[in-house]
C-alpha cells in the first residue's frame, strides 16, 4: 500500500488523509490500520483529561515547546464533543497550540467525538496507530473535558494526566465519583489563582485512598501554571520519571497488554453488531420487533434469543456465499 | 458504512479582530452537520495552510475585514499549492469590494462571500459546488 | 414608580373598549414589537406617580448628581459638541492632507486611526504587515511619522483623539514629542487616547499584553497625565465594539461600565487616589437606529456611572462622577446593498446621540460597509451633524425627551439589565477574570447570534438585505491604498534606521526593559525617551512583549 509506506515516512498529507479514511469508516480503512500495526509500538502515548476549561489544551501547548526542545516529534489529537442534534462539531482546542502549526516536527488534529461515549471518539485506537507508524515520538490525546465519562483515555493511553484547577466547588466531588482512578500523574494546573494550594491538600488527601495496598507505583502531584510555563518543566520530568518506572515495574507492558485486549474486544463487539446488522437486519426490523412486544405478542429476552438462535443456524447459509 | 463528514477550517488571516462573522459562520455551519476547525484570530498564511493539511478539510473559509484580502486570499491558495493541496477548496468573506471579486477567483478563491451573505448561499456552495 | 390606581383603571377600560374594538377589525402589524436589543415595547406609557424626592433621584438637574439629565448645565446651549470625523489612511503624508481637509471643512477636532500593525505593535516591515500597512489607519513606525502626520497643524489648538490600545502609552509619548518639536507643552495638549485594552480582549481583538501588564501600563498613564498632561484624557472606556460585536443597548453599558470599573480598582491598587484621575476618564459608546432605545441607553449609562462613582468609590469631586462620552454612528447598522441608505440611518443614529447627550460624534459614511470613504462622502457625514447641529432645534433645550413616559421607561428597564450585568460581573470576581473564562464573550456572542438568525428568517427587517432588495450595480472605484505603500514605508524606515544614533537608541531601550522588570517604575518617561531616539513602535514593543509576554484570546461557541 502506497499509502503505508507515506505515512512511515512521514508525509503530513498521507497522515492526515488516513486520518480521515479511519474517521469515516472507509472500506480502506481497517486493511490500512492493519498494514500500519506491525510498525506501532514506539510511541509514548499520554492521555491528557480534566474538566472543561481545567488548562488541557494550555499544558499541551506548553508540552509540545518541551518535547521539541529535546528533538522529539509530536503529534496530538484532540477530541471535542459532535452536537447530538446536528452531528456538527467546532474544534477549537489547537486553538491554543497554533505556534507549532507551522513545525514540520509537530502535527495536530481534531477530532469530533462522533457520538461516542467516554470522552474520545471511535476511531481514536485506530488514529493512534496512524501516528505511531508515522514516527512520532509523543503523542498527546486530549479528551473532550466533561469530567467523569473520560474513562476511555485510560484504556488509551501509557500514562494519563489528569488536570484539576482551583475554584471548581464541585472538585472534591468528581474526586469521589471515581474521577481520580483514571489519572496517573495529578496536575493541579492555575496555581497562579486562590485555593490551589486548599486543592493540593485535597488531592493528597483522596490519593492516599487510592488503591490501598495493591498498587506500588506512586502517582506524583504536579503544581503548574500553564499560561506563565511555570511548573511545566517539573511536570515534563514527573513524566518522564513516571515512565521509568512502569516500564522498570512491568506495568507499562501490562497497561499495552490491557489496552490490545480491550481493542479486541472492541473489534470483536463491532465485528458481531455489523454481521448481525447484515444477516438479520437488526435496524430495519427494529420497529417490527418493537411492535410485536407493544402487542405484547413477544417478549424482549425470548425474541432476541430466537433470533440469535435462527442466525447461527440459518442465517449465515441464507446470506453468504 | 462509510459516514463521511465534511471537514471546513474556519481562518481569520491578517490582524483584524472583527471575528462576528467568522463565529457565527462557524457555528452556523455546526448546526447544519459539518465539522468545524476554528483556530482564532491573526492566523498567517502558512499557520491556516499547514493547519488545512494536518486538519484534512475539505473548505477552508478565510474570513477579513481590514482590506488586505488581495494579498493574503491569495496567498493562502499558493501554499497550498506549493504543499500538494490545491484540491482543498478556499472561499472568502468579510469586506470584499464586488470589483475585487474577479481577481480573486483568477487567482483560484473558488468563491466569494460579501455582506449581506445568507447561510444558505454558503451551504448551497459547499454542497454543490455553486454559488458566487 | 407605579401608574396611579385611577390611571391604572383608565388604562385597562381604553384597553378593554377602545382598543379591543380597533384591534378586532384592525390587528396589529406584530403580535409583539420589540427594541432594536429585542426587548419588548408596550402599545402606550403613561404617566408614572412620583414625588419630587424621586425625580430629584432618578433625573436631578442638568449638570448635577446623577447627571441624567446631561453632564453639562447648558448643554449645547451653551457648546455644541465637537464633529469629530475618525479618519486615517495610508501613509502620514496622505493623512495629514485628510486632517487639513476635514479641519478646513468646520471640523472642531481630529480623531486618527492607525492600521493594524501600528495597533498591534508590529513595524511595517515585519512579515505580519503583509497586506496591512495603511489599509484601516495611519501607518506610525517611528516619530518621523508622527511628524508628519501632525504637521502644520496647531497641537495646542485642537483636541487629539487617538484610537490606540495595547501601544496606547507609546503613540501618546510620540504626541508629546511632537509637540516638544514644536515648542508646545504638555500642559496646553487636549485629546484622548483610547487606552482601553479590556475591551480589546472582549470585541476589538487588538491585544498584545496579557490583562495584568496592560492594567500597568494603562495606570502608569494615568498617573503620569494626571501630573504632567492635566488635560489629557487618559483613557476612553469603550461600547463602541462590544457593540459592534453584537451586543445589545444594556450589554453595551454593562460591560463597558463594568470595565470602567476594573479600570477605577487598578488605578486605586496602584496608589492614586480617586479624584486625581476619575475626572479624566472619558467613554464612548455606539448610536443605533432604535432612536428612543438608544436615547435611553445614554441616559441610563450617566445615571449609573455616577452611583458607581460616587457610591462605590467614594469620589467626592462631581467630575469624577461625570459620565463625558464620544459617539460613533454604528458602523454594523450599515449595509453594502443600496448605500444611500446608509445616509439616512446615520442621520437618526446621529440624532439619538444629540437627544442623548453625547459630547462629542463621528458620523459614518454611507460607503463604510464597502471600503474607506471618499471625501465627499464624508463631507455628507459632516454635514449632517451640521444640519443636526445648526436646523434641527434639538439644541435648543436641554435633554429634550425627559418626561417622554416610554424614553423614561426605558431608562429605567435599561439601568435594571445593567446592575444585573455588572452584579454578575463581581460575583465572578471582576472583569478580568470574567474575560478570561469566556463569560462576557458568550453573552455577546449569544446577542449576535440571535440578531444574526432573525434577519436571516426576516424577522428582524433590514431595508435593502431581506426587505425591498433590488438589482444594482455596486459602486465601482472605490477609494483604496496602494498596495505600494508597504515598500515605500518600509523603504523609509530603513533609511530613518540609518540616520538615527543606533547606540542611543539600545541604551533607551534596555533602560526600558529594565524598568518594565520592576512593577513600581513608571513606564512613561522610559517610553518617551526611546520615541525621541526614533526607536521604532515594533521595537518598543518587542521589549514589552519579551518581558510581558502575550495575551491568548479565549473562545466560546
Ligand atoms: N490563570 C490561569 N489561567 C489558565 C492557566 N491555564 C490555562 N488557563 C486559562 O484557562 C482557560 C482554558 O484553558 P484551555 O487550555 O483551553 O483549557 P482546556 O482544559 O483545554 O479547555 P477545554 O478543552 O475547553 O475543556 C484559558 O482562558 C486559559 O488561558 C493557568 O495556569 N492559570
Ligand atoms: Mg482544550
Redesign the pocket.
Given at each position: 500500500m502506497d499509502l503505508v509506506d507515506d505515512i512511515r515516512r512521514g508525509e503530513v498529507r498521507a497522515i492526515a488523509r488516513a486520518i480521515s479514511l479511519i474517521e469515516d469508516l472507509e472500506p480502506e480503512a481497517e486493511l490500512l490500520a492493519d498494514s500500519l500495526f506491525p510498525h506501532t509500538g514506539r510511541a509514548l502515548i499520554l492521555g491528557v483529561t480534566?474538566?472543561?476549561?481545567?488548562?488541557?489544551?494550555?499544558?499541551v501547548d506548553r508540552l509540545i515547546t518541551l518535547e521539541r526542545r529535546s528533538g522529539h516529534k509530536v503529534a496530538v489529537i484532540a477530541i471535542?464533543p459532535s452536537s447530538p442534534f446536528s452531528g456538527g462539531a467546532v474544534l477549537?482546542?489547537r486553538l491554543?497550540m497554533q505556534e507549532h502549526a507551522t513545525d514540520p516536527g509537530v502535527f495536530i488534529r481534531s477530532m469530533a467525538s462522533r457520538g461516542f461515549l467516554g470522552g474520545v471518539a471511535a476511531a481514536t485506537g485506530d488514529v493512534l496507530k496512524v501516528l505511531d507508524a508515522a514516527g512520532y515520538d509523543t503523542i498527546f490525546i486530549?479528551t473532550?473535558?466533561v469530567g467523569q465519562t473520560e474513562v476511555k483515555i485510560v484504556e488509551l493511553s501509557d500514562i494519563v494526566l489528569l488536570?484539576l484547577?482551583p475554584g471548581m466547588g464541585d472538585e472534591i466531588q468528581a474526586m469521589k465519583a471515581g474521577v481520580m482512578e483514571i489519572g496517573d500523574i495529578f496536575i493541579i494546573?492555575?496555581?497562579?489563582?486562590p485555593g490551589a494550594d486548599k486543592l493540593l491538600m485535597e488531592v493528597e488527601y483522596v490519593l492516599s485512598f487510592k488503591n490501598p495496598g495493591e498498587d506500588t507505583v506512586t502517582n506524583p502531584i504536579v503544581m503548574?501554571?500553564?499560561?506563565?510555563g511555570e511548573g511545566i518543566g517539573l511536570l515534563r520530568e514527573a513524566i518522564a520519571a513516571h515512565r521509568t518506572e512502569i516500564a522498570r515495574s512491568g506495568k507499562l507492558e501490562q497497561k499495552r497488554r490491557f489496552r490490545l485486549e480491550r481493542e479486541l474486544m472492541g473489534v470483536l463487539n463491532r465485528k458481531i453488531h455489523q454481521l448481525m446488522d447484515v444477516h438479520i437486519e437488526v435496524s430495519k426490523q427494529l420497529p417490527d420487533w418493537a411492535d410485536t412486544l407493544y402487542r405484547r405478542k413477544a417478549c424482549p429476552y425470548a425474541l432476541i434469543n430466537k433470533q440469535i438462535q435462527n442466525f447461527l443456524k440459518e442465517g449465515r447459509g441464507d446470506r453468504t456465499n | 458504512m462509510p459516514s463521511k463528514k465534511t471537514r471546513i477550517l474556519i481562518a481569520k488571516p491578517g490582524l483584524d479582530g472583527h471575528d462576528r462573522g467568522a463565529k457565527f459562520i462557524a457555528r452556523t455551519l455546526r448546526d447544519e452537520g459539518y465539522e468545524v476547525i476554528y483556530t482564532g484570530i491573526r492566523q498567517t498564511p502558512e499557520a491556516i495552510v499547514q493547519t488545512a493539511i494536518q486538519e484534512d478539510v475539505d473548505f477552508v473559509g478565510l474570513s477579513l475585514l481590514s482590506g488586505a484580502h488581495n494579498e493574503l486570499f491569495p496567498r493562502v491558495v499558493d501554499l497550498l499549492k506549493e504543499n500538494g493541496a490545491e484540491d482543498i477548496k478556499v472561499i472568502g468573506g468579510g469586506i470584499i469590494p464586488e470589483e475585487d471579486i474577479p481577481l480573486l477567483k483568477e487567482k483560484g478563491v473558488q468563491a466569494v462571500f460579501g455582506p449581506g451573505t445568507s447561510t444558505e448561499q454558503i451551504v448551497e456552495f459547499i454542497e454543490h459546488g455553486s454559488g458566487r | 414608580m407605579p401608574l396611579p390606581e385611577e390611571l391604572k383603571k383608565q388604562k385597562k377600560d381604553w384597553e378593554e373598549t377602545t382598543v379591543r374594538k380597533v384591534i378586532s377589525r384592525y390587528p396589529e402589524l406584530k403580535a409583539e414589537f420589540v427594541t432594536g436589543s429585542d426587548k419588548p415595547v408596550e402599545r402606550l406609557y403613561l404617566p408614572e406617580s412620583f414625588s419630587v424626592e424621586e425625580y430629584l433621584g432618578k433625573q436631578g438637574f442638568p449638570g448635577r448628581y446623577p447627571y441624567t439629565r446631561g453632564v453639562q448645565p447648558t448643554m449645547y446651549r451653551g457648546r455644541l459638541w465637537t464633529m469629530r470625523q475618525y479618519a486615517g489612511f495610508g501613509t502620514a503624508e496622505e493623512s495629514n492632507q485628510r486632517y487639513r481637509f476635514l479641519l478646513e471643512q468646520g471640523q472642531t477636532g481630529l480623531s486618527v486611526a492607525f492600521d493594524l500593525p501600528t495597533q498591534i505593535g508590529y513595524d511595517s516591515d515585519d512579515p505580519r504587515a503583509e497586506g496591512e500597512v495603511g489599509k484601516v489607519g495611519v501607518v506610525v513606525d517611528t516619530l518621523r511619522d508622527m511628524e508628519i502626520l501632525f504637521d502644520g497643524i496647531p497641537l495646542d489648538k485642537i483636541s487629539t483623539s487617538m484610537t490606540i490600545n495595547a501601544p496606547a502609552a507609546i503613540l501618546l509619548a510620540m504626541y508629546i514629542a511632537v509637540a516638544e518639536k514644536k515648542g508646545i507643552g504638555k500642559d496646553k495638549l487636549r485629546g484622548t487616547i483610547q487606552n482601553d485594552i479590556l475591551k480589546e480582549y472582549i470585541a476589538r481583538g487588538t491585544y498584545i499584553f496579557p490583562p495584568a501588564p496592560s492594567m500597568r501600563l494603562i495606570t502608569d498613564v494615568f498617573a503620569y497625565c494626571s501630573r504632567e498632561v492635566p488635560q489629557w484624557n487618559t483613557i476612553s472606556i469603550s461600547g463602541y465594539h462590544i457593540r459592534e460585536a453584537g451586543s445589545d443597548a444594556s450589554q453595551e453599558v454593562a460591560f463597558t461600565l463594568a470595565n470602567g470599573i476594573e479600570y477605577v480598582r487598578a488605578a486605586l491598587k496602584a496608589g492614586l487616589s480617586v479624584d486625581d484621575f476619575a475626572g479624566r476618564l472619558s467613554f464612548f459608546f455606539n448610536a443605533h437606529n432604535d432612536l428612543l432605545e438608544e436615547v435611553a441607553k445614554f441616559r441610563a449609562a450617566r445615571r449609573i456611572w455616577a452611583r458607581i462613582m460616587k457610591e462605590r468609590f467614594n469620589a467626592t469631586d462631581p467630575k469624577s462622577m461625570m459620565l463625558r462620552f464620544h459617539t460613533q454612528t454604528g458602523g454594523s447598522t450599515l449595509t453594502a446593498q443600496q448605500p444611500d441608505n446608509n445616509i439616512v440611518r446615520v442621520a437618526i443614529q446621529a440624532l439619538a446621540a444629540v437627544l442623548g447627550g453625547t459630547q462629542s460624534l463621528h458620523t459614518n459614511s454611507r460607503e463604510e460597509a464597502l471600503a474607506l470613504p471618499a471625501e465627499e462622502s464624508v463631507r455628507l457625514a459632516l454635514r449632517t451633524q451640521q444640519v443636526l447641529a445648526y436646523e434641527s432645534g434639538v439644541t435648543s433645550t436641554v435633554d429634550p425627551l425627559a418626561g417622554s413616559y416610554c424614553v423614561e421607561a426605558l431608562t429605567d428597564r435599561i439601568e435594571l439589565e445593567v446592575w444585573q450585568y455588572i452584579d454578575r460581573i463581581e460575583a465572578l470576581g471582576g472583569m478580568v477574570p470574567s474575560i478570561?473564562?469566556?463569560y462576557v464573550q458568550k453573552q455577546i456572542q449569544e446577542a449576535a447570534f440571535r440578531t444574526q438568525k432573525d434577519i436571516e428568517k426576516g424577522e428582524r427587517v433590514v431595508v435593502g438585505i431581506n426587505k425591498f432588495q433590488m438589482e444594482e450595480k455596486r459602486p465601482e472605484n472605490l477609494l483604496r491604498v496602494d498596495p505600494a505603500i508597504r515598500q515605500v514605508q518600509t523603504d523609509k524606515l530603513s533609511q530613518l534606521k540609518r540616520s538615527r544614533n543606533s547606540s542611543h537608541v539600545q541604551d533607551s531601550l534596555s533602560a526600558l526593559r529594565q524598568g518594565a522588570k520592576q512593577d513600581a517604575v513608571n513606564l512613561l518617561p522610559l517610553i518617551l525617551e526611546t520615541v525621541r531616539e526614533y526607536a521604532t513602535l515594533g521595537e518598543i514593543c518587542q521589549v514589552l512583549r519579551d518581558e510581558f509576554g502575550e495575551h491568548?484570546e479565549?473562545i466560546v461557541l
Amino acid at each position: 500500500m502506497d499509502l503505508v509506506d507515506d505515512i512511515r515516512r512521514g508525509e503530513v498529507r498521507a497522515i492526515a488523509r488516513a486520518i480521515s479514511l479511519i474517521e469515516d469508516l472507509e472500506p480502506e480503512a481497517e486493511l490500512l490500520a492493519d498494514s500500519l500495526f506491525p510498525h506501532t509500538g514506539r510511541a509514548l502515548i499520554l492521555g491528557v483529561t480534566g474538566s472543561p476549561g481545567a488548562g488541557k489544551s494550555t499544558l499541551v501547548d506548553r508540552l509540545i515547546t518541551l518535547e521539541r526542545r529535546s528533538g522529539h516529534k509530536v503529534a496530538v489529537i484532540a477530541i471535542d464533543p459532535s452536537s447530538p442534534f446536528s452531528g456538527g462539531a467546532v474544534l477549537g482546542d489547537r486553538l491554543r497550540m497554533q505556534e507549532h502549526a507551522t513545525d514540520p516536527g509537530v502535527f495536530i488534529r481534531s477530532m469530533a467525538s462522533r457520538g461516542f461515549l467516554g470522552g474520545v471518539a471511535a476511531a481514536t485506537g485506530d488514529v493512534l496507530k496512524v501516528l505511531d507508524a508515522a514516527g512520532y515520538d509523543t503523542i498527546f490525546i486530549e479528551t473532550i473535558g466533561v469530567g467523569q465519562t473520560e474513562v476511555k483515555i485510560v484504556e488509551l493511553s501509557d500514562i494519563v494526566l489528569l488536570v484539576l484547577m482551583p475554584g471548581m466547588g464541585d472538585e472534591i466531588q468528581a474526586m469521589k465519583a471515581g474521577v481520580m482512578e483514571i489519572g496517573d500523574i495529578f496536575i493541579i494546573n492555575k496555581k497562579d489563582m486562590p485555593g490551589a494550594d486548599k486543592l493540593l491538600m485535597e488531592v493528597e488527601y483522596v490519593l492516599s485512598f487510592k488503591n490501598p495496598g495493591e498498587d506500588t507505583v506512586t502517582n506524583p502531584i504536579v503544581m503548574t501554571s500553564a499560561t506563565n510555563g511555570e511548573g511545566i518543566g517539573l511536570l515534563r520530568e514527573a513524566i518522564a520519571a513516571h515512565r521509568t518506572e512502569i516500564a522498570r515495574s512491568g506495568k507499562l507492558e501490562q497497561k499495552r497488554r490491557f489496552r490490545l485486549e480491550r481493542e479486541l474486544m472492541g473489534v470483536l463487539n463491532r465485528k458481531i453488531h455489523q454481521l448481525m446488522d447484515v444477516h438479520i437486519e437488526v435496524s430495519k426490523q427494529l420497529p417490527d420487533w418493537a411492535d410485536t412486544l407493544y402487542r405484547r405478542k413477544a417478549c424482549p429476552y425470548a425474541l432476541i434469543n430466537k433470533q440469535i438462535q435462527n442466525f447461527l443456524k440459518e442465517g449465515r447459509g441464507d446470506r453468504t456465499n | 458504512m462509510p459516514s463521511k463528514k465534511t471537514r471546513i477550517l474556519i481562518a481569520k488571516p491578517g490582524l483584524d479582530g472583527h471575528d462576528r462573522g467568522a463565529k457565527f459562520i462557524a457555528r452556523t455551519l455546526r448546526d447544519e452537520g459539518y465539522e468545524v476547525i476554528y483556530t482564532g484570530i491573526r492566523q498567517t498564511p502558512e499557520a491556516i495552510v499547514q493547519t488545512a493539511i494536518q486538519e484534512d478539510v475539505d473548505f477552508v473559509g478565510l474570513s477579513l475585514l481590514s482590506g488586505a484580502h488581495n494579498e493574503l486570499f491569495p496567498r493562502v491558495v499558493d501554499l497550498l499549492k506549493e504543499n500538494g493541496a490545491e484540491d482543498i477548496k478556499v472561499i472568502g468573506g468579510g469586506i470584499i469590494p464586488e470589483e475585487d471579486i474577479p481577481l480573486l477567483k483568477e487567482k483560484g478563491v473558488q468563491a466569494v462571500f460579501g455582506p449581506g451573505t445568507s447561510t444558505e448561499q454558503i451551504v448551497e456552495f459547499i454542497e454543490h459546488g455553486s454559488g458566487r | 414608580m407605579p401608574l396611579p390606581e385611577e390611571l391604572k383603571k383608565q388604562k385597562k377600560d381604553w384597553e378593554e373598549t377602545t382598543v379591543r374594538k380597533v384591534i378586532s377589525r384592525y390587528p396589529e402589524l406584530k403580535a409583539e414589537f420589540v427594541t432594536g436589543s429585542d426587548k419588548p415595547v408596550e402599545r402606550l406609557y403613561l404617566p408614572e406617580s412620583f414625588s419630587v424626592e424621586e425625580y430629584l433621584g432618578k433625573q436631578g438637574f442638568p449638570g448635577r448628581y446623577p447627571y441624567t439629565r446631561g453632564v453639562q448645565p447648558t448643554m449645547y446651549r451653551g457648546r455644541l459638541w465637537t464633529m469629530r470625523q475618525y479618519a486615517g489612511f495610508g501613509t502620514a503624508e496622505e493623512s495629514n492632507q485628510r486632517y487639513r481637509f476635514l479641519l478646513e471643512q468646520g471640523q472642531t477636532g481630529l480623531s486618527v486611526a492607525f492600521d493594524l500593525p501600528t495597533q498591534i505593535g508590529y513595524d511595517s516591515d515585519d512579515p505580519r504587515a503583509e497586506g496591512e500597512v495603511g489599509k484601516v489607519g495611519v501607518v506610525v513606525d517611528t516619530l518621523r511619522d508622527m511628524e508628519i502626520l501632525f504637521d502644520g497643524i496647531p497641537l495646542d489648538k485642537i483636541s487629539t483623539s487617538m484610537t490606540i490600545n495595547a501601544p496606547a502609552a507609546i503613540l501618546l509619548a510620540m504626541y508629546i514629542a511632537v509637540a516638544e518639536k514644536k515648542g508646545i507643552g504638555k500642559d496646553k495638549l487636549r485629546g484622548t487616547i483610547q487606552n482601553d485594552i479590556l475591551k480589546e480582549y472582549i470585541a476589538r481583538g487588538t491585544y498584545i499584553f496579557p490583562p495584568a501588564p496592560s492594567m500597568r501600563l494603562i495606570t502608569d498613564v494615568f498617573a503620569y497625565c494626571s501630573r504632567e498632561v492635566p488635560q489629557w484624557n487618559t483613557i476612553s472606556i469603550s461600547g463602541y465594539h462590544i457593540r459592534e460585536a453584537g451586543s445589545d443597548a444594556s450589554q453595551e453599558v454593562a460591560f463597558t461600565l463594568a470595565n470602567g470599573i476594573e479600570y477605577v480598582r487598578a488605578a486605586l491598587k496602584a496608589g492614586l487616589s480617586v479624584d486625581d484621575f476619575a475626572g479624566r476618564l472619558s467613554f464612548f459608546f455606539n448610536a443605533h437606529n432604535d432612536l428612543l432605545e438608544e436615547v435611553a441607553k445614554f441616559r441610563a449609562a450617566r445615571r449609573i456611572w455616577a452611583r458607581i462613582m460616587k457610591e462605590r468609590f467614594n469620589a467626592t469631586d462631581p467630575k469624577s462622577m461625570m459620565l463625558r462620552f464620544h459617539t460613533q454612528t454604528g458602523g454594523s447598522t450599515l449595509t453594502a446593498q443600496q448605500p444611500d441608505n446608509n445616509i439616512v440611518r446615520v442621520a437618526i443614529q446621529a440624532l439619538a446621540a444629540v437627544l442623548g447627550g453625547t459630547q462629542s460624534l463621528h458620523t459614518n459614511s454611507r460607503e463604510e460597509a464597502l471600503a474607506l470613504p471618499a471625501e465627499e462622502s464624508v463631507r455628507l457625514a459632516l454635514r449632517t451633524q451640521q444640519v443636526l447641529a445648526y436646523e434641527s432645534g434639538v439644541t435648543s433645550t436641554v435633554d429634550p425627551l425627559a418626561g417622554s413616559y416610554c424614553v423614561e421607561a426605558l431608562t429605567d428597564r435599561i439601568e435594571l439589565e445593567v446592575w444585573q450585568y455588572i452584579d454578575r460581573i463581581e460575583a465572578l470576581g471582576g472583569m478580568v477574570p470574567s474575560i478570561l473564562k469566556g463569560y462576557v464573550q458568550k453573552q455577546i456572542q449569544e446577542a449576535a447570534f440571535r440578531t444574526q438568525k432573525d434577519i436571516e428568517k426576516g424577522e428582524r427587517v433590514v431595508v435593502g438585505i431581506n426587505k425591498f432588495q433590488m438589482e444594482e450595480k455596486r459602486p465601482e472605484n472605490l477609494l483604496r491604498v496602494d498596495p505600494a505603500i508597504r515598500q515605500v514605508q518600509t523603504d523609509k524606515l530603513s533609511q530613518l534606521k540609518r540616520s538615527r544614533n543606533s547606540s542611543h537608541v539600545q541604551d533607551s531601550l534596555s533602560a526600558l526593559r529594565q524598568g518594565a522588570k520592576q512593577d513600581a517604575v513608571n513606564l512613561l518617561p522610559l517610553i518617551l525617551e526611546t520615541v525621541r531616539e526614533y526607536a521604532t513602535l515594533g521595537e518598543i514593543c518587542q521589549v514589552l512583549r519579551d518581558e510581558f509576554g502575550e495575551h491568548k484570546e479565549t473562545i466560546v461557541l
